[in-house]
């Protein structure tokens, strides 16, 4: 080509636009349906993923960074009233534990005598959360461990408070997780009270979930709280969700209108806990031993 | 040549990273939905700029790596991308000589139409959002993007300047 490239004021078309647009578009169709239908582009994804990674951890840097400050920066008896606080903390915490154990023996003695299969056993390990949003129309977080750390697709994220979210797509050192505030997600839980299952729909508000299939005559009422069920498989039992905050019967609509608010601070949360649920065939051993104990 | 195409490359890689990052950086949950759709108006400007070096085949590459970074559809962004990328080279002599303010109508029309492209395909992938989530970007974006538009001019003469 003769004339100048670039910034020119060359008038020519840029020869065949239009067919590279369709050949662009023909590919990013058949992108989206691999990727919807299929799921076959994980490798792509974690490739493209791990480019990101630096970008995503110059972004978190000054988040970061601001907290090393604010920790560097703590003056004294701060930190001496911090200590302080969780001493006392830490006794109460490890009063409660003592009873737990007790608890977990003999829950595990009563389930032998029942003959019921043993509760499994959850490892956690602590993720940061990095600062960084994502997908514009989903409720989610991004956490610094990824399947490198042995990060699965659909692992149960908690805080100290209760169930977060799960985990919909593991790169190699960074996973992003779903809120169980958003509004594809749904949770089986139970009722601690009482036993009632239901499914908690989250509704797209940060601070609310949604009962949506309770009739009006179950037996739930505002200050239950909820814990998961277990049943989707998804989520370990036994994990506190939400308390309820309002019930409204409508009689003349087959569903109650049920509201709750999560456990969880979704929306304050730093660091959170992945549950790896360790299959229960590999606690058998452990319960024998709970049994000769007897 | 190659010199020059490296001087053309550069800075628009630059605003590209910075781009991804400010549509990353955490927001407020109040004012996340109001997020400019920084890439959009960097491709529109780069490919009214520089038509040559910047057209649909590279919008497209920055929609994927917007699509990975956002866990979207695989190749949702890039589609949308490299449709609004296309009408503007198409039509770039012409927008170049537009005043400011006819300009921002123009990616007005082409923010609307990029977020309805997203919105269509979130439709039929069943993907269910606020309907702000798609709304609220067109008009920050055309409110932010005369103030982007002098900022990357400045960028861009500042760049040749130096050659």
């Not at chain 1, 110059?58 to 701060?78: F, I, M, N, Q």
């Not at chain 1, 006794?91 to 003999?106: C, F, K, M, V």
């Amino acid at each position: 080509m003769v004339a100048p490239r670039g910034n020119s004021s060359n008038p020519a078309r840029i020869p065949a636009l239009g067919i590279r647009l369709l050949v662009l578009i023909f590919i990013s169709i058949l992108l989206m349906y691999l990727d919807h239908r299929e799921n076959h582009l994980d490798a792509v994804r974690k490739a493209i993923g791990a480019a990101v990674y630096p970008i995503r951890l110059v972004v978190d840097a000054p988040v970061r960074l601001w907290a090393w400050l604010g920790e560097a920066t703590t003056s004294r008896s701060d930190l001496q009233r911090e200590v302080g606080r969780l001493k006392a903390e830490r006794l109460l915490t490890n009063a409660r534990l003592q009873r737990l154990t007790s608890l977990e023996a003999e829950n595990a003695r009563l389930r032998a005598l029942l003959d019921a299969r043993s509760k499994v056993r959850d490892e956690v390990r602590v993720a940061e959360i990095m600062a960084v949003d994502a997908n514009p129309y989903e409720h989610n977080l991004v956490i610094d461990i990824g399947s490198r750390d042995g990060v699965y697709d659909g692992q149960a994220i908690v805080d100290a408070n209760g169930v977060v979210g799960q985990v919909i797509e593991t790169g190699l050192m960074t996973a992003q997780a779903v809120l169980i505030s958003d509004t594809d997600h749904a949770l089986p839980v139970e009722v601690n009270r009482n036993g009632l299952r239901t499914i908690a729909v989250g509704s797209g508000e940060i601070d609310r979930l949604d009962l949506p299939f309770l009739p009006n005559n179950a037996d739930i009422r505002a200050g239950d709280l909820l814990v998961t069920s277990g049943l989707g498989g998804a989520f370990p039992a036994g994990y506190p969700v939400a308390v309820v905050n309002s019930v409204t019967r409508i009689p003349q609509d087959p569903f109650a209108d049920v509201t709750a608010k999560p456990s969880a601070a979704l929306d304050q949360v730093r660091e959170v806990m992945l549950i790896w649920s360790v299959p229960s065939a590999a606690q058998e051993p452990g319960d024998a031993v709970v049994q000769d104990d007897e | 040549m190659s010199r020059d195409s490296a001087s053309h490359r550069l800075p628009v890689i630059v605003t590209f990273v910075v781009g991804l990052m400010l549509s990353i950086m955490p927001l407020p949950e109040a004012i996340a939905p109001f997020r400019p759709d920084w890439l959009a108006l960097l491709a529109i400007f780069w490919a009214m700029q520089l038509p040559r070096t910047w057209s649909v085949g590279s919008a497209w590459i920055v929609g994927v790596i917007l699509d990975v970074t956002y866990g979207t559809l695989l190749g949702q962004h890039a589609l949308g991308l490299c449709v609004i990328v296309f009408i503007t080279v198409r039509f770039h002599l012409l927008m170049r000589v537009f005043p400011l303010s006819q300009l921002t109508a123009t990616v007005f029309a082409l923010l609307a139409l990029y977020q309805f492209l997203l919105f269509w395909i979130n439709g039929v992938a069943s993907v269910s959002a606020p309907l702000v989530s798609y709304w609220a970007p067109v008009i920050t974006g055309t409110l932010i993007w005369p103030f982007l538009y002098m900022f990357l001019s400045g960028v861009r003469y500042r760049a040749q300047a130096r050659d």
